[in-house]
């Protein structure tokens, strides 16, 4: 039986990736963060086949201790500060997570168990001022945000750790992939739950920012697929997932709300956008500049040409079936109370 060890298991994809890891047999181990209050998150579900393990991802003499208990075949490292727009406020302390957390993370392994392999969640949002369409392996990076820097620093640790320790680290370079799991401070959500409330009257309208930022959307139960397979090669090499696919966030809207059964209409322009309810005349999407990044990325789609040649990797989840799952189960929540 393979011991597995996910940082970072409570979030949307540790959540999957737990399930995938179970569904093979695998003795998971889920790396937690001590609170006053125990919160499995959306490992709830299967909390009583994980084994948690008390760490932090900026205290290195915890995760050795945790690569100690965990014995662990493989690391999945999925911890992050994940939130873009919180990283101008929190620059070092995202720094410190998935930047330095990451060499953390790379030296309990080296110290524990150095045969052990390595995955780093690495993101889009590294390439940030895109040098290329689509952006592949080789696409030089021009991140533009804390967020973005602090997760290539890491990129390139892994990378470093590869080289100079022969170590089995590899990086998978995941572009935007959501879920019913997904918080609600992330704009995907932000919108499904939007058109579920507003869908059941209990919002009026919602206000997002740049309705043009173009983005490749998948789904997270499928890019955990992915994960698991790139530590099963015969050596370790890095991979863009996506779908190859790109839409704008107002491509978004208007398939969110349509699944809650609201046709929109959009009108005006940058900032002074507004999308009105088409059968009942009403604004409930409104644009608003306080919602801008400081440094705009304006468009990311990917190439999963490598991933699926090599990998044998497939999206499966359409970008349909992705929207109206999370409205169908923002729905859900609404109706029960929550």
Known sequence: MKHALITGITGQDGSYLAELLLSKGY??????????????????????????????????????????ISQADEVYNLAAQSFVATSWDQPIATAGIDAIGVTNMLEAIRTVRPECRFYQASTSEMFGLVQEIPQRETTPFYPRSPY??????????????????????CSGILFNHESERRGKEFVTRKITDAAARIKAGLLDCVELGNLDAKRDWGHSQDYVKAMWLMLQQDEPDDY????????????????AFRAAGIELEFQGSGADEVAIDRATGKTVVRVSE?????????????????????????????????????????????????
């Open 240 to 255: 863009v997932v996506a779908t190859g696919e790109t839409r704008t966030v107002r491509e978004f809207v208007e398939a």
């Open 290 to 338: 306080r919602f801008f990044r400081p440094a705009e990325v304006e468009l990311l789609l990917g190439c999963p040409e490598k991933a699926e040649k090599k990998l044998g990797w497939k999206r499966e989840i359409s970008f349909q079936e992705l929207v109206e799952r999370m409205v169908r189960n923002d729905l859900e929540l609404v109706r029960a109370g929550r």
């Open 148 to 169: 973005g820097v602090a997760k290539l620093y890491g990129h390139w640790i892994t990378k470093n750790y590869k080289e100079s320790y022969g170590m089995f680290a």
């Open 27 to 68: 003795e998971v181990y889920g790396v937690m963060r001590r609170k006053s209050v125990v919160d499995y998150g959306n490992v709830d579900h299967i909390r009583n086949d994980i084994r948690f393990i008390y760490a932090d991802m900026t205290d290195e003499v915890s995760l050795i201790n945790a690569m100690r």
